[in-house]
């Protein structure tokens, strides 16, 4: 099981995260320890984690994890996406309420884009691009974030 990084103003939690370029079954175990560790429920809490980004368990290269379907009535599915690029952001703006595993406690209202397009790498090295909705959209544009050293907290209004 891997350390969960927590606090504001954590350095790693901090850092721009770097690049995949070693697709390697190194990655693959790396990614198998990332889906262990969100789908662990936190003992005090009784909370899961949805999404995890690699810098939330003290790697700083560009890998993250989304769940998929949460709230939905399909199957939920675990994604993991390596460097992960938003490719189109919808204009409409949606208002949901987050938390994150490195800030417990914390859930505050953060607006962003309902739907955006991505491409990323699988853990093969393989380019994929599709659209994403609802939590989908939110989980990613939320982990996204942590690659480039920014938590949600930061877009609370001054
Ligand atoms: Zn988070």
Redesign the pocket.
Same mark, same amino acid.
């Given at each position: 099981m891997l350390t969960i990084e927590t606090g504001e103003t954590n350095k790693i939690l901090r850092t721009h995260c770097h690049a995949v370029t070693d697709f390697d079954k190194n990655l693959l175990h790396f990614v198998a320890e990332m889906e262990e560790t969100m789908a662990q429920e936190d003992p005090e809490t009784g909370i899961r984690g949805v999404?995890l980004?690699a810098n939330?368990v003290g790697d700083l290269r560009r890998i993250l994890l989304i769940t998929l379907n949460v709230g939905e009535r399909k199957e939920q599915k675990v994604l993991p996406m390596i460097n992960p690029e938003i490719t189109w952001i919808s204009p409409q703006k949606v208002l949901m309420e987050e938390g994150? @595993?490195? @800030?417990p406690g914390v859930f505050e209202y953060v607006a962003r884009p309902a739907r955006v397009q991505a491409r990323w790498q699988g853990a093969d090295g393989t380019w994929h691009e599709r659209k994403f909705g609802k939590w989908d959209a939110r989980i990613l544009l &939320?982990?996204l974030d &942590?690659l480039d050293g920014t938590?949600?907290t930061d877009y609370r209004k001054s």
């Open positions: 999404g980004a939330q994150c @595993l490195s @800030l &939320h982990e &942590h938590l949600f």
